[in-house]
């Protein structure tokens, strides 16, 4: 079962902030963040472990709750080369294996 | 450092026809996965190698796919017969995987499939 992904979409403003959550039904390992431009492969942005820790990357963040199986992506002051879509992916099971989410298509206006 | 090489990039074929994907991935990475993107919606798992041995296949439609990783580097993906509904972009990852956990995957740029 694949994770749920909200918001859909969300359109900011240059230097705006926003936040993508990731939700899970199963018990997870862990959580990775990739985002996709159109056209382009997903590119890998950050692995989170279970353990509540939360990482960082720049002005991209991001915290996973392992009692909720929950992660949200947080993108401060977020700038034009943000935009594309945003998947989580959470890996669970005995192979471990990752199952992508829906997305959040995250659109930067200038 | 080379990427995750795949070919071709495009291919388009009538419903019933076969055909094939190549993926090379990053030299000494371990672990091999094919993924499946319909227009809209995440990557999902077809099927996924340690080495030259496969660790999930759960997804992978095995009446009409098919995928081998000989001597534990390049993959090749079969489709026979192709469908309509397997339109989509399939992408090649690998990553380095320890007992630890998995690491990242680097994916390539992805073959889009349209079946007319």
């Known amino acids: 079962q694949q994770p749920v992904q909200s918001p859909q979409a969300v359109i900011l403003r240059e230097g705006e902030d926003a936040v993508i959550n990731c939700s899970s039904s199963?018990?997870?390992?862990?959580v990775h963040w990739y985002r996709q431009k159109h056209g382009e492969a997903p590119v890998f942005l950050m692995i989170?472990?279970?353990?509540?820790e939360q990482k960082g990357h720049e002005k991209i963040s991001a915290s996973f709750n392992e009692k909720k199986q929950q992660s949200s992506l947080y993108l401060t002051a977020s700038q034009l080369s943000y935009s594309g879509t945003y998947f989580c992916?959470?890996?669970?099971?005995?192979?471990?294996?990752?199952?992508f989410g829906s997305g959040t298509q995250l659109t930067v206006l200038p | 450092e080379a990427g995750v090489a795949q070919s071709p990039r495009y291919k388009i074929i009538e419903k019933r026809q076969s055909v094939a994907f190549w993926c090379n991935p990053i030299?000494?990475?371990?672990?091999l996965y094919w993924y499946q993107q319909i227009l809209g919606q995440g990557p999902k798992l077809l099927i996924q190698?340690?080495?030259?041995?496969?660790?999930?296949d759960s997804q992978l439609p095995k009446d009409r796919f098919s995928a081998e990783r000989l001597k534990g580097v390049d993959s090749t993906l079969k489709i026979q017969p192709a469908k309509l509904e397997d339109s989509a972009v399939y992408l090649c990852?690998?990553?380095?995987?320890?007992?630890?956990?998995?690491?990242?995957?680097?994916f390539g740029p992805g073959t889009r499939l349209t079946v007319l």
């Open positions: 992916g959470t890996e669970s099971g005995s192979a471990r294996q990752l199952t």
């Open positions: 990852a690998s990553s380095l995987v320890t007992l630890a956990g998995a690491k990242e995957q680097f």
């Open positions: 190698f340690q080495n030259n041995g496969v660790v999930d």
């Open positions: 199963k018990a997870l390992y862990s």
């Open positions: 989170l472990l279970k353990g509540g």
């Open positions: 030299s000494g990475h371990a672990t």
